[in-house]
């Protein structure tokens, strides 16, 4: 996806006042979108607005699903219903004030992406530099353009404005890079990854299963898990990490998994999943996911002296378990269909690539025939992730 590649682009492309109205319509979405036409309704973007510590990451799924990523927690949108799933906190279904503001973040993120422009029902011109564009949905906008270079400027329509700033400019493609959004203001704007199928528990709370997918949808049982032999962009939840150098033998990180839970447990917490290894500033590490122990009370968590703990938050990766092997071998082909991912998407990673063996570390050593055949799991994260 050549959206991160700045190009400073003289496109003389002017729109004459006697062009069919359906027929610049289409021009205009070309000339915007390139060949990633049609698959903006489906993307991955980051908003950040001035002063904010981290960017908000948005999973847009049009015409249902919106998922806000927030500083604060995530925001769930499926149809005309609403949640909120905070930090450690079950999901809570949005009052209809908060309802109407996800559902005026969907329209004004449809404007953005110039989803109107898409197969709409009809095409007025209005003016040299204005068009009337009734959408899919029945409702219409007043689109404002620039037409000697065909750039969007803005969309009016009942759901408010959205107005297009500042652009990233490739030869084939022109995207927004700032925003204005009524009621929301000014936003900066970076595209991750378009043209996406995303796995159905992106839109749903990991911690009650909220079932929000589409009616027609495939329903994943709570606890299941889609293990995609190429990379898939899935829903990675908020953890709790003990990081530790990795030792380097499957023994010793046994050992190191076993007298580590037990300072765990002695602190009253207790392992939540497996070891995660991933490399960081030259160093190999081993993270062991935990959380509180709730048979023993949930007492808060309190590290002692010298633990390095790392809290994720919730975000976005790219998935794969690549074919078994070996766990070198089962990383490398992993690896490189991540690496195929991203350039041919043009995309950069936000954090270290991780790999997760499917091994019971904690019951003891794994055998050598369970060390042929690895079941691995690999995350590339998208956005930030901590």
């Known amino acids: 996806m050549a959206l991160l590649l700045a190009a400073t682009?003289?496109?003389?492309?002017?729109?004459g006042g006697g062009e069919d109205p359906a027929a610049l319509a289409r021009r205009l979405l070309h000339r915007n979108h390139g060949g990633m036409v049609g698959q903006m309704g489906q993307c991955l973007m980051e908003l950040r607005r001035a002063g904010d510590p981290r960017p908000t990451t948005v999973a847009l799924d049009l015409p249902r699903?919106?998922?806000l990523d927030t500083p604060d927690g995530m925001l769930l949108l499926?149809?005309?219903?609403?949640?909120?799933?905070?930090?450690d906190r079950p999901a809570e279904e949005l009052d209809a004030a908060a309802t109407a503001?996800?559902?005026?973040?969907?329209?004004?993120?449809?404007?953005?992406?110039?989803?109107?422009?898409?197969?709409?029902q009809r095409v007025q011109r209005q003016g040299p530099t204005v068009l009337a564009v009734t959408a899919s949905g029945g409702e219409t906008w007043r689109l404002e353009f620039d037409p000697t270079t065909l750039t969007v400027r803005s969309w009016i329509g009942p759901p408010g404005e959205t107005r297009l700033l500042?652009?990233?400019?490739?030869?084939?493609?022109?995207?927004?890079?700032r925003a204005r959004f009524d009621r929301f203001g000014e936003r900066e704007v970076r595209f991750l990854l378009s043209g996406v199928v995303f796995e159905d528990l992106v839109f749903q709370d990991p911690a009650t299963a909220i079932?929000?997918?589409?009616?027609?949808?495939?329903r994943l049982a709570r606890g299941g898990e889609r293990r995609p032999a190429r990379p898939e962009v899935q829903s990675v939840p908020a953890r709790l990490w003990l990081v530790l150098d990795d030792p380097g033998t499957w023994r010793e990180r046994?050992?190191?998994?076993?007298?580590?839970?037990?300072?765990?447990?002695?602190?009253?917490?207790?392992?939540?999943?497996?070891?995660?290894?991933?490399?960081?500033?030259?160093r190999e590490l081993l993270a062991i996911p935990f959380e509180p122990d709730a048979e023993r009370g949930a007492r808060p968590f309190v590290p002692r002296a010298g633990m390095r703990v790392v809290r994720t938050r919730r975000h976005m990766a790219l998935v794969v378990f690549p074919e078994r092997g070996t766990f070198a071998t089962a990383v490398a082909s992993g690896r490189s269909l991540l690496d195929a991912h991203l350039?041919?998407?043009?995309?950069?990673?936000?954090?270290?690539l991780r790999a997760i063996p499917y091994l019971a570390l904690d019951e003891g050593p794994p055998t050598p025939a369970q060390l042929e055949r690895l079941q691995v799991k690999l995350e590339l994260p998208l956005g930030e992730w901590r």
Do not use: M
């Not at 682009?9 to 729109?15: I, K, R, T």
């Not at 500042?166 to 890079?177: A, D, G, I, M, W």
């Not at 079932?211 to 495939?218: D, E, M, Q, V």
């Open 211 to 218: 079932a929000t997918t589409r009616p027609s949808g495939p």
């Open 65 to 67: 699903r919106l998922r």
């Open 254 to 282: 046994s050992e190191l998994l076993l007298r580590e839970g037990e300072a765990l447990a002695a602190l009253g917490q207790v392992s939540s999943g497996l070891p995660v290894f991933f490399r960081e500033a030259g």
């Open 101 to 120: 503001d996800l559902r005026l973040w969907r329209a004004l993120l449809a404007a953005l992406v110039l989803e109107p422009l898409r197969e709409p």
């Open 343 to 352: 350039a041919e998407k043009n995309l950069r990673a936000a954090g270290p």
């Open 78 to 87: 499926d149809g005309e219903r609403g949640w909120r799933c905070a930090q």
């Open 9 to 15: 682009v003289g496109c003389q492309e002017h729109a």
């Open 166 to 177: 500042e652009f990233l400019e490739t030869p084939s493609t022109r995207f927004p890079s």
